[in-house]
């Protein structure tokens, strides 16, 4: 009796160290999996800038067939190449066009400064703000962002990702769709299927809010600054066109360039500039661009704007782009994974109470 209660408590002692072992493992492999994602998460960022992009192509090839009746490919090749073409274009015109505006304000800069400095320092409220910009402070602000602009491989080297992940998907979406249901059980094919599809019409509800978006604020500025008389007003409207597709912040970033441009003017050109540059985009991004989004997709502001500022964080600039058709995605997943079968759930539930 001695011997066989000493073995069941060897026993107890094994499968509780057994259990502790176990609990180890879990616990390794679940951090060695956040660590590989985390490491990841970056690239899987420009996987989904590269399946928007396919979005954008797919969205234009569609659109030349409709108005057009080419077949399929010939579309999709002038929706492709077009969009190069046309992108390679504006960059090279803006950038000749800002070249001599910026030669100019390499010469009239340092003096608009020194006179801006001398300005604030008769003020005590100057002489705090020109403290914040010296020393330490200057240096921890440059070097925050150029933490929020580092990419993984460097900006040319994403776009160079992106592109190419792009047109891989434009060419053969197919292929890749049809892995992705690979990977789903047969009995959930229809559904994953079904989700697919629903994440494919919020991506390009949002892609579309976004172009109207950078269209209008183009229109906008391009118009206020030409009444203005300011110089390369095209092109600063253009590149502010370009930069909405950082939310928020895009707008802001690109008033950047033309309020030191208009300080080579004036500098009441400069304040008229900066006026209209917040006023544009407190115009679009508080009255138009949420209308737009409630009509092409419905997210909440506050979970958009809680989203920008995580993936800010997490990621950077690019975290910024893709947080809210990030947040899309995930407002499906939740919606068809999560609240469908709890709502699903509670109507059985109450079914069985009435037969009952």
């Not at 190419?164 to 059980?185: E, R």
């Not at 993936?311 to 997943?333: H, K, R």
């Given at each position: 009796m001695a011997t066989n209660k000493n073995q069941s408590q060897e026993k107890a002692t094994l499968s509780y160290t057994e259990k502790v072992w176990q609990t180890v493992g879990i616990v390794a492999l679940l951090v060695v999996t956040i660590l590989i994602v985390r490491v990841a998460f970056d690239i899987l960022l420009m996987v989904l800038a590269g399946s928007l992009m396919a979005v954008y192509f797919h969205g234009l090839g569609d659109a030349i067939q409709r108005r057009t009746k080419l077949k399929r490919m010939p579309a999709m090749l002038i929706s492709t190449i077009g969009t190069l073409i046309l992108l390679g274009t504006l960059f090279w015109f803006m950038g000749t066009k800002i070249?001599?505006?910026v030669a100019e304000l390499s010469n009239t800069l340092p003096h608009t400064i020194n006179n801006a400095k001398a300005k604030l320092s008769q003020t005590a409220a100057g002489q705090k703000v020109l403290e914040s910009l010296s020393g330490d402070n200057s240096q921890k602000l440059m070097s925050t962002v150029q933490g929020f602009f580092s990419t993984t491989f460097g900006v040319l080297g994403d776009?160079?990702?992106?592109?190419?992940?792009?047109?891989?998907?434009?060419?053969?979406?197919?292929?890749?769709?049809?892995?992705?249901?690979?990977?789903?059980?047969?009995s959930k094919k229809a559904i994953g299927k079904h989700i697919m599809d629903r994440i494919s019409l919020s991506l390009k509800g949002w892609l579309k809010g976004t172009l109207f978006s950078m269209l209008l604020i183009t229109i906008l500025l391009g118009t206020a600054l030409s009444i203005v008389g300011m110089p390369v007003a095209l092109i600063l409207a253009l590149i502010t066109g370009l930069l909405e597709i950082v939310p928020s912040l895009g707008?802001?970033?690109?008033?950047?360039?033309?309020?030191?441009?208009?300080?080579?003017?004036?500098t009441n050109m400069a304040i008229l500039v900066a006026i209209i540059?917040?006023?544009?985009?407190?115009?679009?991004?508080?009255?138009?661009?949420?209308?737009?989004?409630?009509?092409?997709i419905n997210l909440p502001p506050a979970l958009t704007l809680i989203s920008q500022l995580i993936?800010?964080?997490?990621?950077?600039?690019?975290?910024?782009?893709?947080?809210?058709?990030?947040?899309?995605?995930?407002?499906?997943?939740v919606d068809e994974l999560y609240v469908k079968k709890i709502a699903h759930n509670d109507d059985v539930e109450l079914d069985k109470k009435l037969l009952d």
């Open positions: 070249q001599q505006q776009m160079y990702v992106i592109l190419f992940l792009g047109i891989f998907f434009t060419s053969n979406p197919s292929l890749y769709k049809d892995g992705i249901l690979i990977l789903v059980p047969r707008s802001f970033i690109a008033m950047i360039p033309g309020v030191l441009l208009a300080l080579t003017v004036s540059y917040i006023v544009a985009q407190t115009i679009v991004a508080n009255i138009i661009t949420p209308l737009i989004q409630k009509k092409m993936m800010g964080t997490a990621s950077g600039a690019l975290g910024v782009i893709l947080a809210v058709p990030l947040l899309a995605i995930l407002i499906v997943l």
